[in-house]
């Protein structure tokens, strides 16, 4: 079965350092997405991207943040100066339609990111 | 209010029980629903789609939408421990061409053999 792979799996990073998530999503899919889960709280989104651009955003995704889709199979997230509170899991997702219909989004395993 | 609340649970249930997970929402315009399996440092698992109001079922799981009283539930029929987890629901609507779920806080479910 096809799935979305995330790597690193667990990255530890010094607060103002930089930090790129990698996710190769699912080859056919045309519609990805960044959310997070910090400990014990819910998942949130970040931002949706599309037709190499972001299609939506939420208020968490400030100028800290940013995708980038380099080549035809990898969807990245950098963070530019990681605070504290970045400290969560990251996850990747994937889609076929843009609303989910019927597969829904595929997610991956997740980047779990300790800023210290 | 929040836009989607969740008992967080913990849910402990025997084997073999019939399982019901609820999730409430604020949003009259909310239209796309999904629920998700999220086991202990994994990815969350979709387990059920379902667009507007009525009821989907696939093999031991059955969604449910009720729109006019904003309320949708998962049943899990002859659970199994292996069905022990965390469900989220998530649920949309259109903006302006894209869409962005919102997730529950997720239940916790605990099956004991």
């Known amino acids: 079965e096809p799935e979305v792979t995330q790597t690193p799996s667990h990255q530890v990073t010094q607060m103002g350092q930089e930090v790129i998530l990698r996710c190769v999503p699912i080859?056919?899919?045309?519609?990805f997405y960044w959310y997070r889960q910090i400990l014990g709280q819910k998942v949130e989104f970040l931002v949706s991207?599309?037709?190499?651009?972001?299609?939506?955003k939420s208020e968490i995704f400030d100028d800290q943040f940013s995708v980038e889709r380099p080549d035809g199979s990898n969807f990245t997230l950098k963070i530019r100066s990681t605070k504290l509170e970045d400290s969560a899991m990251y996850f990747c997702?994937?889609?076929?339609?843009?609303?989910?219909?019927?597969?829904?989004?595929?997610f991956g395993s997740g980047t779990r990111l300790t800023v210290v | 209010q929040k836009e989607v609340e969740q008992d967080p649970g913990p849910l402990s249930v025997p084997e073999g029980a019939i399982v019901s997970l609820n999730c409430t929402y604020s949003n009259s315009a909310f239209q796309y629903f999904m629920w998700y399996r999220q086991y202990s440092r994994k990815g969350p698992e979709l387990l059920m789609y379902?667009?507007?109001?009525g009821n989907k079922e696939d093999g031991r799981f059955t969604a449910q939408v009720d729109k006019s009283s904003k309320y949708i539930s998962l049943f899990i029929r002859d659970s199994q421990p292996s069905d022990s987890a965390t469900y989220l629901c998530?649920?949309?609507?259109?903006?302006?061409?894209?869409?962005?779920?919102?997730f529950g806080t997720g239940t916790r479910l605990k099956v004991l053999a």
């Open positions: 991207f599309y037709n190499n651009e972001i299609s939506e």
């Open positions: 080859s056919n899919h045309l519609y």
């Open positions: 998530a649920m949309t609507r259109r903006y302006s061409g894209t869409y962005k779920y919102i």
């Open positions: 379902t667009y507007s109001s």
């Open positions: 997702a994937s889609s076929e339609t843009p609303d989910g219909t019927n597969y829904g989004y595929t």
